[in-house]
């Protein structure tokens, strides 16, 4: 089992900037690629972010190509997502998961290990 938490979410305007963090423990990290997703309300979960194990290959939604970055700190557990230059249409639920796979998988249902999510909010 691998536990996931994330934090860092909250209310900030448009144009502002967020950094997730998300807390890893139970099994060794980097035996897993990390993902951000993220679910508005009536809405489907969406892929945002994926790292692989070890740092390299990062994928992006389009939707955020050039505004938020993934990284990890396989030392400390982590995985964050720098959010610059937030939009209204940013503002969802942002959870981290966790998967085995070493292919870039952008599909929720093949992420083994979900957090619990943290509010986004982004005012016009």
């Known amino acids: 089992q691998v536990q996931l938490v994330e934090s860092g979410g909250g209310l900030v305007q448009a144009g502002g900037s967020l950094r997730l963090s998300c807390a890893a423990s139970?099994?060794?990290?980097?035996?897993?690629?990390m993902g951000w997703f993220r679910q508005a309300p009536g809405k489907e979960r969406e892929f945002v972010a994926r790292?692989?194990?070890?740092?390299?290959?990062?994928n992006y939604a389009d939707s955020v190509k050039g505004r938020f970055t993934i990284s990890r700190d396989n030392a400390k557990n982590t995985v964050y997502l720098q959010m610059n230059s937030l939009k209204p249409e940013d503002t969802a639920v942002y959870y981290c998961?966790?998967?085995?796979?070493?292919?870039?998988?952008?599909?929720?249902?093949?992420?083994?290990?979900w957090g619990q999510g943290t509010q986004v909010t982004v005012s016009s």
């Open positions: 139970g099994r060794t990290f980097n035996n897993y690629a």
């Open positions: 790292i692989s194990q070890y740092g390299g290959t990062p």
């Open positions: 998961a966790a998967t085995g796979r070493y292919t870039a998988v952008v599909v929720p249902s093949l992420y083994d290990y």
